[in-house]
Nanobody, 126 residues
Framework: QVQLVESGGGLVQSGESLRLSCAAS????????MGWFRQAPGKEREFVAT????????YYADSVKGRFSISRDNVKSTAYLQMNSLKPEDTAVYYC???????????????????WGQGTQVTVSS
């Protein structure tokens, strides 16, 4: 069992930055690939970014590529999402997720993930 707690959300203006954190507890963090997803009001939850166990492989949704950066610190058992040049369309609840894996893959589909955090709200004003 893995418990995930997101933090770092808030209200910012367009063009500003935020860094989200996802603190994990319960199992060996380095055994899990991590992902970030988001859900805007009235929309389905969508993939944002993912990182494999070692941090050597990352993938991004086209909508955030070049602006967002996913990383992890396996010593601190924490994953991060650095969000730069934020836009109003980035407004959503952001969720982190974890999936146990023995390989080096990262995962971009929601159904791949076993554990989810409670979410943190990000609001970008124009």
């Amino acid at each position: 069992q893995v418990q995930l707690v997101e933090s770092g959300g808030g209200l910012v203006q367009s063009g500003e930055s935020l860094r989200l954190s996802c603190a994990a507890s319960g199992r060996t963090f380095s055994s899990y690939a991590m992902g970030w997803f988001r859900q805007a009001p009235g929309k389905e939850r969508e993939f944002v970014a993912t990182i494999n166990r070692s941090g050597g492989s990352t993938y991004y949704a086209d909508s955030v590529k070049g602006r967002f950066s996913i990383s992890r610190d396996n010593v601190k058992s924490t994953a991060y999402l650095q969000m730069n040049s934020l836009k109003p369309e980035d407004t959503a609840v952001y969720y982190c997720a974890a999936v146990y894996t023995t390989g080096g893959n990262a995962y971009y589909t929601q159904r791949s993930y076993d554990y989810w955090g409670q979410g943190t709200q990000v609001t970008v004003s124009s």
